[in-house]
C-alpha cells in the first residue's frame, strides 16, 4: 500500500458527461501529480499542484482541470467526455516539488462509451 | 525536453534466467532515473532510483540497475528471475533541478516469465 488512495476505482460514463476523479496523498506529501495511462500514449504526466498552487503542466487538455485544496486532497475533473478519454488516471505524491520519489495511487479506470 | 526510450516492449523470459531490460534517455542536462513496476490491475511502484553516486543502484525484489552517462542509459537487470516478475516495468527522468520536476515515463516493457 503506497498510502494514496484515490477514488473511484473504475467509472463508467457516456460520452459529453464530466466526471470528477480524487486522490488523497500520503500523510505529509505536498506534492500531488495526475498521470493518464493509455495504451496508445503510455503514460503521460497531465498536472502537478504543489500545497495548492498549480507548479507544472503537461498534456492536459482544455476540457480537463484540476486543484488541490486546504487539506491537499486533489481533484481532477474531467468534461464533454469522450471515447478517446478512455484511460487508467494515477494519481502520485511527493514529499517535495523536487520529485525524487513518487508514490502512486492505484488508479482509477474511466471508461467512456 | 527530455525523453526516454524503452528499446523492447515485450520480453519473454524462462524462470530462473537473467533478464535485461533497456531503457535509454534522452536530456540536455542532467536526470534523476528511476524504474517503476506495475502489477497487473496495481499502481507504479518504485524499483530503484539513480540520483548521484555509484553508478550501479540495488533495489527492490533482487532487482539492479547501472547508470551509464556517456550511453545515456539505464538499464535494469535481475540475475534469476521468477514467476511473480510478470509485470510491466517503467523506465522514468526527472530533472535534476530544484523546480518543477515531473516525471517522464518511457513506453514501457511487458516482462513474461514462463515457468
Known amino acids: 500500500d503506497s498510502g494514496v488512495t484515490q477514488t473511484p476505482k473504475h467509472l463508467i460514463t457516456a460520452t459529453g458527461q464530466r466526471v470528477t476523479l480524487r486522490c488523497s496523498p500520503r500523510?505529509?506529501?505536498?506534492?500531488v501529480y495526475w498521470y493518464q495511462q493509455s495504451l496508445d500514449q503510455g503514460l503521460q504526466f497531465l498536472i502537478q499542484?504543489?500545497?495548492?498552487?498549480?507548479?507544472a503542466k503537461g498534456n492536459i487538455l482544455e476540457r480537463f482541470s484540476a486543484q488541490q485544496f486546504p487539506d491537499l486532497h486533489s481533484e481532477l475533473n474531467l468534461s464533454s467526455l469522450e471515447l478517446g478519454d478512455s484511460a487508467l488516471y494515477f494519481c502520485?505524491?511527493?514529499?517535495?516539488?523536487?520529485?525524487?520519489?513518487?508514490?502512486f495511487g492505484q488508479g482509477t479506470r474511466l471508461t467512456v462509451v | 525536453a527530455q525523453s526516454v526510450t524503452q528499446l523492447d516492449s515485450q520480453v519473454p523470459v524462462f524462470e530462473e534466467a537473467p533478464v535485461e531490460l533497456r531503457c535509454n534517455y534522452s536530456?540536455?542536462?542532467?536526470?534523476?532515473l528511476f524504474w517503476y513496476v506495475q502489477y497487473p490491475n496495481q499502481g507504479l511502484q518504485l524499483l530503484l532510483k539513480?540520483?548521484?553516486?555509484?553508478?550501479l543502484v540495488k533495489g527492490i525484489n533482487g532487482f539492479e540497475a547501472e547508470f551509464n552517462k556517456s550511453q545515456t542509459s539505464f538499464h535494469l537487470r535481475k540475475p534469476s528471475v521468477h514467476i511473480s516478475d510478470t509485470a510491466e516495468y517503467f523506465c522514468?527522468?526527472?530533472?535534476?533541478?530544484?523546480?518543477?520536476?515531473?516525471?517522464?515515463f518511457g513506453k514501457g516493457t511487458r516482462l513474461s516469465v514462463i515457468a
Open positions: 502520485a505524491s511527493s514529499v517535495s516539488v523536487g520529485e525524487t520519489e513518487a508514490f
Open positions: 500523510s505529509g506529501d505536498l506534492s
Open positions: 499542484y504543489y500545497n495548492g498552487e498549480e507548479r
Open positions: 536530456s540536455s542536462v542532467s536526470v534523476y
Open positions: 539513480y540520483l548521484s553516486g555509484s553508478t
Open positions: 522514468a527522468v526527472s530533472l535534476l533541478s530544484s523546480g518543477n520536476t515531473p516525471l517522464v
